[in-house]
Nanobody, 116 residues
Framework: QVQLVESGGGLVQAGGSLRLSCAAS????????MGWYRQAPGNQRELAAV???????NYADSVKGRFTISRDNAKNTMYLQMNMLKPADPAVYYC??????????WGQGTQVTVSS
């Protein structure tokens, strides 16, 4: 069983920065991708950023140039550096792990709030 624990959310002023972390624990044989999704009230969950096993990254247009996703494979930890946060960015941010075999895993989410 895999567990994902997010941390680093909080309240920040518009234009500020936050760094989210996602620590994965449990039996993980092979990870295809890890990613950050976000869900604002009344909206569907959407992809913010994803990173593959090989380190390739992809970003939603809305965060490109402001957010950076990274992984520390030795620590089974993923990060999301969020800079220049905007009033459109507040949401619950979820960590996602896609293994080579089996179902996706999700973290419990961490709240990001941006004050104007």
């Amino acid at each position: 069983q895999v567990q994902l624990v997010e941390s680093g959310g909080g309240l920040v002023q518009a234009g500020g920065s936050l760094r989210l972390s996602c620590a994965a624990s449990g039996t993980i044989f092979s990870i295809l991708t890890m990613g950050w999704y976000r869900q604002a009230p009344g909206n569907q969950r959407e992809l913010a950023a994803v990173i593959t096993r090989g380190g390739s990254t992809n970003y939603a247009d809305s965060v490109k140039g402001r957010f950076t996703i990274s992984r520390d494979n030795a620590k089974n930890t993923m990060y999301l550096q969020m800079n220049m946060l905007k009033p459109a960015d507040p949401a619950v941010y979820y960590c996602n792990l896609v293994p080579a075999v089996g179902s996706h895993y999700w973290g419990q989410g961490t709240q990001v709030t941006v004050s104007s």
